[in-house]
Structures are given as C-alpha cells and as structure tokens.
C-alpha cells in the first residue's frame, strides 16, 4: 500500500474475515488433517463444473472458516495454480458491508481490483490482485444471507465424501 492509503484506513468496510481457501488435489485426502485431527465441521460445499471446481468449508471453535478448494474437469483456474504454486493457501476472503463502495475505495487506495461480479444478490465478490496484496488473493464479498443461511444454501450434504 501506498502513503495515499493511509486515509482510507477501516474504509473497505470489512465486517469480518469470513475464510482462509486452501487448494488442494483432493478434498477427500485434506479431510483427515483439515476435520479428523484439527476438528473442523463441514458446514458449506458447492461444486462449479462450469468454472473447473468445488469447495467445502470448515467451521472451527470462535467461528473461523478453511475452505478447501479441489478442480474439477480438464481446466480452469485452480489447476493453473496447482501447476504452478502446489498446494496451500489460495486466497481469504472477508466479507464486506457494501462491495462496490469496497472496491471504489480500494481502487482509490491504488490496489488492483479484478474479476468483479455483482450478478447474485446472495454473492458478490472482487478481488484484489496478489500483486497489490502481498503475494495473497484477496476476495472482498457482499452476502445478504447469514452465516446460518449460507450453510443451508450451500449444504454438505451433497458432498459425498464428508
């Protein structure tokens, strides 16, 4: 960040750090680290053919989140990373009050903000560059349901594995 950032201190509007993603070539074989030794519960899992992945998160004492995301398919982004980095951390994502007024102020704070998607009203997401972020992707999200209604929008139960 830059001198001119300093103003712009609270002002994304983070309400909290909602989860820390993992890639991983297997969620299956994560699951005895990530859940049978560290004690995570499975509490969210969506799988994206059409973008090359899926993903489960984990809920640990206090309410912290590790979403741990596998491809899927031939291609997408996750393998490209997989290739690339090997497994480990991909991005965090904190949940925002208002995403566009988020991205307004981050962008004026001089971070590149790409991959912006307002289409869902139950997600919203941008992220921040890992080249403005430290080596991190940053996923800055605006959700109208609650942590309790996102777990049943996004149900494990339609992970086989867990």
């Known amino acids: 960040m830059t001198d001119r950032a300093l103003p712009l201190v609270g002002e994304l509007g983070v309400l909290a750090l909602d989860h820390t993603a993992i890639a991983v070539r297997s969620i299956a074989a994560a699951l005895p680290l ?3 030794l560290l004690g995570g519960q499975p509490n969210g899992f969506e799988r994206l053919d059409e973008r090359g992945f899926m993903w489960l998160t984990l809920r640990y004492p206090n309410g912290a989140q590790v979403e741990l995301l596998e491809p ?9 990373f997989l290739e690339r980095y090997g497994e480990g951390p991909h991005h965090m994502t904190f ?17 590149r903000v790409v991959d912006e998607d307002y289409g869902d009203e139950k997600w919203q997401e941008a992220f921040i560059s890992p080249r403005s972020a ?3 992707i ?3 999200a605006q959700t109208a349901l609650s ?4 777990e049943r929008h996004w149900s494990v139960t339609s992970y086989k594995s867990c």
């Not at 899927?72 to 490209?80: D, N, P, R, T, Y």
Request: glycine residues 12%; hydrophobic residues 45%; without cysteine.
């Open 147 to 150: 942590p309790t209604e996102r």
């Open 34 to 36: 990530y859940r049978d």
């Open 134 to 136: 430290f080596g991190t």
């Open 72 to 80: 899927v398919g031939s291609a997408g982004f996750l393998h490209g």
């Open 95 to 111: 949940i925002v009050a208002d995403l566009a007024r988020a991205v307004e102020r981050a962008r004026a704070a001089g971070l």
């Open 138 to 140: 940053i996923q800055l």
